[in-house]
């Protein structure tokens, strides 16, 4: 091994070197000097701190520090910044103050001999070893520090830590042999021994042994560490039965997954240990490539708990430094006692307890299981998403359900057939069996206008309420029912964790086209709406990933354009309805890929990172969960029902109605001369050249505020005569519209450049907006100008080259 490496102390009597007094900069005096020696605390909070100045070797003037006062405000490089007490208490600091150095014999100034002691001080690494009992941690550290340990081939051999010092590249390393754990709860004794550490005595480095043999298990704490997000790397040990076993494991993609490096070692005969060393300094020298922060995506339901129990908490950022609070509000919904004692100091624990309190409940309710189960459920949906991505077993003896269901579910060849029959029978489903309480809905809205019409005295309420509220609004409703169904399937796929598997198969082809697979699962969400498909692409890691997804999920058909496609397909198209509708989809989807494609290669030019898809447990769907999580993905929809269209379709209605002329003209040359037939007429120059004439130029303005009102305004201004009519008559009506010479309006051609124009154009109001906040707002303006200059620019195109053909 290494010459360099020798042996320099050895102590049995434990953690000789952590017991060295530590000075922090909080405890540092008003007016006094110090140098920093080091930054502790969690990925995160290092680097913002590290961003102020705060590294090693720089001085810090404490400016103001009154004992109980909060912040305290220092002056690093010349200028002044405040911290948190507790953010200085992860940062650890030498004095330059004379009596601090007693035994300084002054051959030279006091800061030359900090400046020293740092240097000296910097160069030392703490390094804990965790991992599970039996993975090879002692025999690690034996090799790795000349100690011999007692080694053993059964658990529980390690009772506390032991701690060796020794050399390698010029640092100084105190590797720290921890008991084995399976787990960082608060059970065993072990496991508070190693979180406590791990918290307290804040190791520069945590150094993961895993036994390769075992991979599944073992991981289950490694995803416990990454929650925490300390400084890390993996030794992938008794990689020597790895590889007996003819199992094959794709280091390089696990460790991109995962985050940080991972070396194989064959601790038994020393093999890969100075790798692993190699691999340590680098850490520390903050110079390794492989390093980013992943997390551990727990799903929508979980994610969601976290938000919302870390809200509050991110006012006490500081004040938790020691955890990052995507950590402490997972440990809060878990109920961990520690984190909970030192959340209950905070001035607003009473909230931050009670939420945390309800989430826990609710989830447990929902998933009728404890919620430690919960989450180490999903821990391992992780573990098998990674694996399954790099891992090939020897011996094939996957015996689980789940694993038998992927075998075909996410099979190479079988995958895809039966991802498709399912989105077709999905579809199918939605058609079919919507269409029957559709012919209800309808009924009944003829009803309820012919009673309204028969009551109110004529005049203009009466008008109101007929033309204006209930075709507008009924116009839309009657598409209710295929939505909930939609929602109701995509539920379905979410909550038995077959999404997951589509993603999973999609993601070569993915891929291909610049995203990730998890893209997929907001694809299909975006079938149903586009505001919570936006929200979804949460779950996607990479920002890029994130911002390409969130871009083409325009161009994917919402459920809300359904109704318009519907009118026009089943009245111009009626010999091929599905082919048509189905045309239309595609087209969005082609124009989602190019546009991914384009975007790609202007905006980002780095090649994809590799992410962890989960795959949950395969569940039994209880009708009760997938009623609730239906009900959540409409209750927007149901939102939109009631207020942005009821709104809309009064002022279309009005703005049709005034000013209202006396005398007895049709209602044709009343909407002409209205408000509206106004606004129409000021738009057709723009809309003229593709085939569109003002009525529809007013139907595409309106459909700004959400695509379903179209519908509602071609109701108004294709006027229904005396009574409402459902969205058949007014297929009807459009086909027998004409032209002032009298021959019909509408060719097929044109209503399919229309529905063209409204598969491409401005998505709605309320997506704009959700772009706007999930990536930021200019990628939402970006949306609006590309998207409706793209539809322009197409459906110019199809008509003029359609004409000349036709
Ligand atoms: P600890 O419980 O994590 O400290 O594990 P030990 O270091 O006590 O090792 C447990 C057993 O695994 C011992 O019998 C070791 O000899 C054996 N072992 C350790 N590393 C390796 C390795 O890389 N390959 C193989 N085949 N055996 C190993
Ligand atoms: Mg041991």
Known sequence: MNKDRKIEELENSNTQYLDEPRLLLSEMKEHTRCMILKVHGHGGFRHRIMELGFVRGEIVDVVKNAPLLDPV??????????????????????????DAHPDNPFNGTIEEHVTHEVEERGKQITVALVGNPNCGKTSFFNFATGLREKVGNYSGVTVSSKTGTFHHEGYTINMVDLPGTYSLTEYTPEELYVREFLTEQKPDIVLNVVDAGNLERNLFLTTQLIDQNPLMLMALNMYDELQRSGS????????????????????????GINDVLGAIVKLYEHQHQITKHIHINYGEDVERCIRQIRTPLDFHEATLAAYCNRYAALKLLEADKSVTETVSALPNSDEILQIAKQCRERLEHEYRNDIATIISDLKYGFIRGALSETFKNGDDQKKQLGYALDVVLTNRWLGIPVLLLFMWLMFQATFTIGAYPQQWIEMGIEWLANLIHGILPAGMLNDLLTDGVISGVGGVLVFLPN??????FISLLEDTGYMARAAFIMDKFMHKIGLHGKSFIPYIIGLGCGVPAIMATRTLENPKDRILTILTIPFISCSARLPVYLLFVGAFFPKNQGLVLMGIYLIGVLVAIVTSLIINKVAFKKATDQFVMELPPYRFPTLRNTLIHMWDKSVMYLKKMGTVILLASVIIWALGYFPHSTENVTKQQQVEQSFIGRLGHTVEPVVRPLGFDWKMGVSLCTGLAAKEIIVSTMGVLYGADDSAEGTVALGTKLHEATDSMGTPFFTPLKAFCFLLFILLYFPCIAAITAIGREANWKWAAFTVCYTTMLAWLITFLVWQVGNLII
């Open 73 to 98: 405000e220092y002056r690093i490089m010349g200028s002044h910044v405040s911290l948190r007490r507790s953010e200085a208490a992860n940062i650890e600091v030498v004095s330059l103050e004379a």
């Open 248 to 271: 094959q494991l794709d280091i390089q993609q696990l460790s991109a997954m995962l985050g940080f490096p991972i070396v194989p070692t064959v601790a038994k005969n020393g093999t």
């Open 483 to 488: 939505i909930l169904i939609l929602f109701f």
